[in-house]
């Protein structure tokens, strides 16, 4: 499975950005992955931002993005976004999508992601 994440960009702070993943798997198969986003600031670790249940029936969000980042898929299209609000400096990094094959609940560990999109860059700057 290949996943092909865009939409990133250079935001000013309190501007909104809407990422986007796209997966080349079959609707079936992407149906039953869980998909979810996480990001790689400057000289920092990876870390989870969002992810979703293969129906959309579950979210979890780390709690720095909570009432400002939202995470949505549409099966149909074989696509997962993240739409970004009220975007901060600490937002600044590489966004990936990665999908878990299991597909229940809304994974957070990065260990339990199976395939992983090339990135997008997030740049919130004035």
């Known amino acids: 499975v290949q996943l092909q994440a865009s939409g990133g960009g250079l935001v000013q702070p309190g501007g909104s950005l809407t990422l986007s993943c796209a997966a080349s798997?079959?609707?079936?198969?992407?149906?039953?992955?869980?998909m979810g986003w996480f990001r790689q600031g400057p000289g920092k670790e990876r870390e989870f931002v969002a992810a979703?249940?293969?129906?959309?029936?579950?979210?979890g969000y780390v709690d720095s993005v909570k009432g400002r980042f939202t995470i949505s898929r549409d099966n149909a299209k074989k696509k997962v976004y993240l739409q970004m609000n009220n975007l901060k400096p600490e937002d600044t990094a590489v966004y990936y999508c990665?999908?878990?094959?299991?597909?229940?609940?809304?994974?957070?560990?990065?260990?339990?992601?199976?395939?992983w999109g090339q990135g997008t860059q997030v740049t919130v700057s004035s």
């Open positions: 979703i249940s293969w129906n959309g029936g579950s979210t």
């Open positions: 798997a079959s609707e079936r198969t992407f149906n039953s992955y869980a």
């Open positions: 990665a999908a878990d094959n299991y597909g229940v609940g809304a994974p957070r560990l990065l260990e339990d992601y199976d395939y």
